[in-house]
């Protein structure tokens, strides 16, 4: 069964960002026509490309990468000085028939060349780890920005928590790139060049002998590099889906011990962390095996060539000094070739997590404002029409979820949408929203088609109750504003109060300013769900959508919150969606709904005399609970 879950997540996997996907878009700036994304599931990283996303971040900091690229210039400077030192000191000191001051002399110089060293490494340190902290800061919340542009179809076809684990994860791996391995790889590349230089100017025979080497080197980087690719970017999904599934399960912990599932999801997580560890064990096999050769062809050559300085230094041909600078040169070149091999692993391991948030960063929202937003009409009347709207939703195409659905809302007026469970009343709320745009048909706000206002406006007059108060990991007071930030305390009590949630609220230990805990963990289902209420009331928007919004509420609470909606829906055009069809008894019109469509509209006497479905399923409510 596991591996059918597996199979289907896979499945939906290449349906969202890694393909086919209702929610994200290529926009063609020439006609303003939306693509959608190519159904092919992303590649690795070929190359080094996609850290382009990472060089133009750090491009806003010149100053820094100035710093950082003169201090990096001085500390490859000063170590390739060092074996200069060396030289000096035991051509011209010892040679000089070891005068202490003469060769006190050279040491000095050495160790103002390990002290340039030493701060040059600590303000390249610092400016390279403020160029790699300030660029994953800068990128997150570029993804972050683009990520709430977003329509929620986006979500539903690619997993929040897949995406949660790219934004921590991917850009860890950034973070370490522009941070250390950028910089180690530059420094190399200068000690290998400038080294290469000076092994000449010593001994050039020599040298020449070692450059024939670094050829060689190349045919097993590329070899192992086109493997390491393709195993970096696997290995780094298995970890984002070892994050998401730990999200998924800590998430609904109380569900996984209720019915005692305890063992087979620590089963489960074991499988996807062994699977995580087989990836790595050939991304590390391999990596090693490139390192591993490369090093021996270099320090087997540079061996061979100490070898004939040797006897060169028995015959006199050079001198002891040259060839310890030859040998501490040859050294740091031999260990520069080696660590770029290493170096160029985490590049593509950085490139792959950039072309991961790059998708995140680059999709585009289907539900955009238009290039010329008309305006609604101010004031506000609270008018909604709906003329033969037709909707799918992208991730179930083959079934209309509404379709030919006509319906006049005048303002002010309270209309009751019911009706058994997926005849289509959500959708109505979504499509009112503009979280989606139906295939064909229009909405209109007011006499203004949906689509050709911007959707922003458009929210700003709905204020939205859902069946399940969504609460955030924040205090009660930013809860509660966010219907409206600028909120004053004395409104927030006031809405509080209509809600019916004030008595619970001052008996918080820090009042308004409690911490609820994690999606409003701390209070019961009753509670999130007034102070959902309390926050719609606070919105004071001309259009209030009410989602089964008294369902977590007892009978007692039920009752107030209730009358406190009465009193709000009298001056606000309200739709009710309701499974309690006592709850919405006094609406001005009820709204039966079936497969998608409208099979009954009337008042709640009128329906039940009617024999309809609405008799039929309020028979059954009221036979039920007079029983009960």
Do not use: C
């Amino acid at each position: 069964m596991d591996g059918e879950l597996t199979q289907k997540s896979r499945k939906r996997e290449r349906r969202g960002l890694f393909g086919r996907g209702g929610g994200s878009t290529i926009v063609d700036e020439a006609t303003e026509q939306s693509e959608p994304v190519a159904a092919d599931e992303p590649k690795p990283a070929r190359s080094l490309g996609p850290l382009r996303m990472v060089y133009r971040a750090a491009a806003n900091y010149p100053l820094q990468i100035g710093l950082a690229l003169a201090a990096l210039f001085i500390t490859a400077g000063a170590m390739l000085a060092i074996p200069a030192g060396f030289k000096m000191i035991i051509d011209r000191g010892f040679a000089a028939g070891g005068d202490p001051a003469d060769i006190g002399r050279w040491f000095r110089y050495l160790l103002m060349i390990v002290g340039v060293l030493a701060a040059g490494t600590a303000l390249r340190f610092y400016f390279v780890s403020w160029i790699g902290e300030r660029v994953v800061a800068d990128i997150r919340r570029n993804v972050q920005t683009n990520l709430l542009r977003l329509a929620p179809g986006f979500y539903e076809e690619n997993s929040p928590k897949e995406i949660s684990s790219r934004m921590t994860s991917d850009t860890a791996i950034i973070e370490q790139v522009v941070g250390t391995t950028v910089s180690v790889a530059l420094r190399n590349v200068l000690m290998a060049i400038g080294g290469t230089i000076y092994l000449f100017y010593l001994a050039p025979g020599m040298t020449l002998g070692l450059a024939l080497v670094i050829p060689a080197i190349v045919i097993p980087i590329t070899i192992f590099g086109r493997r390491l690719r393709n195993v970096s970017r696997t290995s780094q999904d298995r970890v984002a889906d070892v994050g998401a599934m730990v999200s998924e399960v800590l998430s609904g912990m109380k569900i996984v011990q209720a019915f005692n599932q305890e063992t087979r999801e620590q089963a489960r997580f074991g499988e996807a962390v062994e699977r995580t560890f087989s990836i790595a064990k050939r991304r590390i096999l391999i990596r090693a095996a490139m390192t591993s050769i490369v090093i021996l062809m270099i320090f087997g050559s540079i061996t061979m060539l100490m070898w004939r300085g040797a006897i060169g230094v028995a015959q006199g041909d050079i001198s002891g000094g040259t060839i310890a600078a030859f040998v501490i040169t040859g050294g740091l070149v031999a260990g520069a070739f080696g660590a770029l091999t290493e170096v160029y692993g985490d590049l593509l391991r950085g490139a792959g997590a950039a072309s991961r948030l790059a998708e995140l960063l680059e999709a585009r929202p289907v539900i955009a404002p238009p290039a010329r937003p008309e305006k609604l009409p101010d004031p506000a009347r609270g008018n909604l029409s709906f003329r033969n709207v037709t909707f799918r939703y992208p991730t179930r195409p083959e079934t209309a979820a509404i379709k030919d659905f006509t319906l006049e809302v005048e303002p002010g007026e309270t209309v009751a949408i019911v009706g058994p469970s997926g005849a289509g009343k959500s959708t109505i709320f979504q499509l009112v929203e503009r979280f989606y745009d139906p295939q064909s048909g229009t909405i209109r706000l007011d006499g203004v088609p949906l689509t050709k206002a911007d959707p922003s406006e458009i929210r700003q007059r709905i204020a939205f109750v859902p069946q399940e108060g969504v609460l955030f990991s924040s205090n009660a007071r930013d809860n509660l504003r966010y219907g409206r930030w600028d909120a004053t305390d004395e409104e927030i009590w006031e809405a509080a109060r209509a809600a019916n949630a004030e008595e619970f609220l001052r008996d918080l230990p820090e009042g308004l300013d409690t911490y609820l805990g994690e999606s409003g963990t701390r209070l019961s289902g009753g509670q999130q769900q007034r102070l959902a209420i309390a926050r719609a009331l606070l919105r004071d928007a001309p259009i209030l959508l009410l989602d089964e919004a008294t369902s977590a509420l007892d009978a007692e609470s039920e009752q107030l919150v209730q009358q406190a909606l009465d009193r709000l829906m009298a001056e606000r055009t309200t739709l009710v969606i309701a499974h309690r069809l006592a709850t919405v008894r006094n609406a001005d019109r009820i709204v039966v709904m079936e497969h998608g469509q409208i099979v009954e509209q009337g008042t709640h006497e009128q329906l039940a005399d009617a024999g309809g479905l609405y008799a039929r399923l309020a028979k059954l409510q009221f036979t039920v609970g007079q029983a009960a």
